[in-house]
């Protein structure tokens, strides 16, 4: 019985930690694709707004966190460690 108890403790503590995890790492890689947008705006500010009506506070972003998105979900289409 107490077994029993430590085992599901020791689980529950694990699952906590492994979305503990997640999440720092999701805010570290959303960081990095913020600094990525705002690098490519800085250099292609122009083209963007022109040729896609892209704007600082309303696309680059979006766009760039959509392309992290669908690369995401074609990496869970194929075997192996991610």
Sequence with gaps: ??????????????????TD???STYATRRNQLNELA???Y???SSWALDETGCSFQD?????????ANDGNDMADGIAGDQ
Excluded: F
Aim: negative net charge; proline residues 0%; charged residues 20%.
């Design 1 to 18: 019985m107490v077994t029993t108890a430590w085992i599901m403790d020791e689980q529950e503590h694990q699952a906590q930690r492994l």
């Design 21 to 23: 995890d997640n999440t």
């Design 38 to 40: 705002d690098q490519w």
């Design 42 to 44: 800085s250099v292609n």
């Design 59 to 67: 696309g680059v972003y979006k766009k760039i966190a959509a392309a």
